[in-house]
């Protein structure tokens, strides 16, 4: 919790790309390529929960009039709701920071879930009139939907059931049962100083995915076992740790086609194919095309 004074500074107002996808649902995205905060301030009301995905950078939430904030930082989630009163958006998104919330009503939302009500802690019984919140980390395989509805880039008819199919998977993603049930009983995850670990390998393997480390020189790199560096990354981030690469990989190479500036060859260089016909085949693995028609589908 901060004080009012921490928050108030020079700030420029703005608003979401807002897309409904359905009744009760809705898409909020927000990029703020600018070099000073944006301000976004939304009415909504008790009806609706809030999940919240900071794709990049970072943004800080103001509740009553700045007496409560909460921050939220990149590769992390929030997730809001409090049926007894409206909770209405007033965000603060630093400068070079992407944010997407989708908002779902919760008669729509037991609609979704209502076979997993067991499962889906706040639509237990005890606590469906109680106020709700729970942070965490956005896995790969969510961030890559992230970053499909900020970088979107298709025909503008087709938008609203575009975004509808990637909320959904979203919403799937984040309540994926088996990588929660991991993470709850493994021990090894406990210990605050493991996690960091498993962390500094992700940043190891991003920072030189050129040229990665292999399994058991990462594992060295950061003072864990291999046993553990291949439990522990599957358990944080729901996938081993080349698949992760792999994934993060075609990510980058698909923005830095989307940019204009570098051919195929190139791109798969940036991205540690030594030959373009093993980038071509990579890419048409995770995207379903060869990277030469996707880029003639951005025109």
Same mark, same amino acid.
Request: with cysteine; glycine share 4%.
């Given at each position: 919790?901060?004080?009012?004074?921490?928050?108030?500074?020079?700030?420029?107002?703005?608003?979401?790309?807002?897309?409904?996808?359905?009744?009760?649902?809705?898409?909020?995205?927000?990029?703020?390529?600018?070099?000073?905060?944006?301000?976004?301030?939304?009415?909504?009301?008790?009806?609706?929960?809030?999940?919240?995905?900071?794709?990049?950078?970072?943004?800080? =939430?103001?509740?009553?009039?700045?007496?409560?904030?909460?921050?939220?930082?990149?590769?992390?989630?929030?997730?809001?709701?409090?049926?007894?009163?409206?909770?209405?958006?007033?965000?603060?998104?630093?400068?070079?920071?992407?944010?997407?919330?989708?908002?779902?009503?919760?008669?729509?939302?037991?609609?979704?879930?209502?076979?997993?009500?067991?499962?889906?802690?706040?639509?237990?019984?005890?606590?469906?009139?109680?106020?709700?919140?729970?942070?965490?980390?956005?896995?790969?395989?969510?961030?890559?939907?992230?970053?499909?509805?900020?970088?979107?880039?298709?025909?503008?008819?087709?938008?609203?059931?575009? =975004?509808?199919?990637?909320?959904?998977?979203?919403?799937?993603?984040?309540?994926?049962?088996?990588?929660?049930?991991?993470?709850?009983?493994?021990?090894?995850?406990?210990?605050?100083?493991?996690?960091?670990?498993?962390?500094?390998?992700?940043?190891?393997?991003?920072?030189?995915?050129?040229?990665?480390?292999?399994?058991?020189?990462?594992?060295?790199?950061?003072?864990?076992?291999?046993?553990?560096?291949?439990?522990?990354?599957?358990?944080?981030?729901?996938?081993?740790? =080349?698949?992760?690469?792999?994934?993060?990989?075609?990510?980058?190479?698909?923005?830095?086609?989307?940019?204009?500036?570098?051919?195929?060859?190139?791109?798969?260089?940036?991205?540690?194919?030594?030959?373009?016909?093993?980038?071509?085949?990579?890419?048409?693995?995770?995207?379903?095309?060869?990277?030469?028609?996707?880029?003639?589908?951005?025109?």
């Amino acid at each position: 919790m901060n004080q009012e004074s921490s928050y108030k500074k020079s700030v420029a107002k703005s608003t979401f790309d807002e897309t409904k996808v359905d009744d009760g649902v809705l898409v909020l995205v927000f990029k703020n390529d600018k070099s000073i905060t944006q301000s976004i301030e939304k009415d909504i009301d008790s009806d609706y929960i809030q999940f919240h995905f900071c794709v990049k950078g970072s943004s800080l =939430f103001v509740f009553n009039d700045g007496r409560y904030t909460l921050n939220i930082v990149e590769e992390n989630s929030l997730l809001l709701y409090n049926p007894q009163r409206d909770l209405p958006i007033n965000l603060q998104v630093e400068p070079n920071s992407w944010m997407v919330s989708i908002l779902i009503s919760i008669k729509k939302f037991h609609g979704l879930f209502s076979q997993e009500a067991g499962y889906i802690t706040f639509l237990s019984e005890d606590n469906k009139d109680k106020k709700y919140y729970k942070d965490g980390i956005i896995s790969p395989s969510m961030a890559i939907v992230l970053n499909q509805l900020i970088n979107y880039n298709l025909n503008q008819s087709i938008k609203s059931l575009y =975004f509808k199919g990637k909320a959904y998977e979203l919403m799937s993603l984040y309540f994926n049962k088996s990588e929660d049930a991991n993470i709850e009983q493994c021990p090894f995850l406990v210990d605050e100083t493991n996690v960091i670990k498993i962390r500094k390998a992700k940043d190891i393997i991003i920072s030189r995915m050129a040229e990665p480390p292999s399994l058991q020189e990462l594992a060295d790199e950061i003072g864990l076992s291999l046993k553990k560096l291949k439990e522990g990354f599957k358990q944080i981030y729901g996938d081993s740790v =080349f698949s992760f690469l792999f994934d993060y990989k075609m990510e980058i190479a698909r923005k830095i086609l989307e940019a204009g500036h570098d051919n195929v060859n190139e791109v798969g260089l940036k991205v540690g194919y030594s030959t373009s016909s093993h980038f071509i085949a990579a890419f048409k693995k995770k995207y379903g095309t060869t990277p030469k028609k996707y880029v003639m589908s951005l025109n």
